[in-house]
């Protein structure tokens, strides 16, 4: 294998951003855990009750994680394609000018005989 096919299969998958938000998310159940740990409840339900609270917590963040993406993806996806009619508008433009001459043309023609 070449150096640049073992820099290619090392190199790191996630971004910065998304490293960002794990550490976010790790912060945050140590902290819960760290809570869970010192606080005294009164009972083993309501300790439950906290720990499913975190959970919970946890499931919203990553949706909302996943639901922005999804947002982000459709919306890179819109542009694409509005870039591409424009861009086929534009090619068909000159061919639409032609038929338009072309009938008119076609049309005087059959006026005049």
Same mark, same amino acid.
Do not use: C, W
């Given at each position: 294998m070449t150096k640049e096919e073992y820099v290619r299969i090392i190199e790191p998958k996630s971004n910065k951003q998304?490293?960002?938000?794990?550490? $976010?998310?790790? %912060?945050?159940?140590? +902290?819960? =855990?760290? +809570?869970?740990?010192s606080k005294s409840f009164e009972n083993d339900s309501e300790k439950i009750k906290h720990l499913l609270n975190t959970v919970y917590n946890v499931r919203d963040f990553a949706l909302? =994680?996943?639901?922005?993406?999804?947002?982000?993806?459709?919306?890179l996806n819109d542009i694409k394609r509005l870039e591409e009619e424009i861009e086929l508008g534009n090619? =068909?433009?000159? $061919?639409?000018?032609? =038929?338009?001459?072309?009938?008119? +043309?076609?049309?005087?023609?059959?006026? %005049?005989?």
């Amino acid at each position: 294998m070449t150096k640049e096919e073992y820099v290619r299969i090392i190199e790191p998958k996630s971004n910065k951003q998304t490293i960002y938000q794990f550490n $976010q998310l790790k %912060s945050f159940i140590d +902290e819960s =855990l760290k +809570e869970v740990a010192s606080k005294s409840f009164e009972n083993d339900s309501e300790k439950i009750k906290h720990l499913l609270n975190t959970v919970y917590n946890v499931r919203d963040f990553a949706l909302a =994680l996943t639901t922005e993406n999804s947002v982000r993806l459709n919306l890179l996806n819109d542009i694409k394609r509005l870039e591409e009619e424009i861009e086929l508008g534009n090619k =068909l433009k000159p $061919q639409e000018e032609k =038929l338009s001459q072309t009938i008119v +043309e076609k049309s005087e023609q059959d006026r %005049s005989e």
